[in-house]
Nanobody
Framework: QVQLVESGGGSVQAGGSLRLSCAAS??????????MGWFRQAPGKEREEVAR???????NYADSVKGRFTISRDNPENTLWLQMNSLKIEDTAMYYC?????????????WGQGTQVTVSS
């Protein structure tokens, strides 16, 4: 079992920055074996994958955040980060981290509880 706990959300004005973190833990959990991702969901909208980082370190980003968001991981600290710069009002959402490991079938199977990001004008 894997536990994921997000933090770092908050309210910020458009153009500002936030850094989200996700602390991962679990019994017999080897963080660097897992692909990790950040998702977001705004009210009335479908959940969107924002960024992904694989165990080897390669990354992918949604077009809407390319050049503004950076996903990174600290394997010894079992921590995932999402640096968000040049925030826009449309980035407002609940942000979730997720983990995909060898035991997962069909994609991510571990999710955090989420952290709210609100961007205002």
């Amino acid at each position: 079992q894997v536990q994921l706990v997000e933090s770092g959300g908050g309210s910020v004005q458009a153009g500002g920055s936030l850094r989200l973190s996700c602390a991962a833990s679990g019994h017999i959990f080897i963080f660097n074996y897992y692909s990790m991702g950040w998702f977001r969901q705004a009210p009335g909208k479908e959940r969107e994958e924002v960024a992904r980082i694989r165990s080897a370190g390669s990354t992918n980003y949604a077009d809407s955040v390319k050049g503004r968001f950076t996903i990174s991981r600290d394997n010894p600290e079992n921590t995932l980060w999402l640096q968000m710069n040049s925030l826009k009002i449309e980035d407002t959402a609940m942000y979730y981290c997720a983990a995909e490991g060898p035991e997962c079938i069909g994609g991510y199977c571990y999710w955090g509880q989420g952290t709210q990001v609100t961007v205002s004008s």
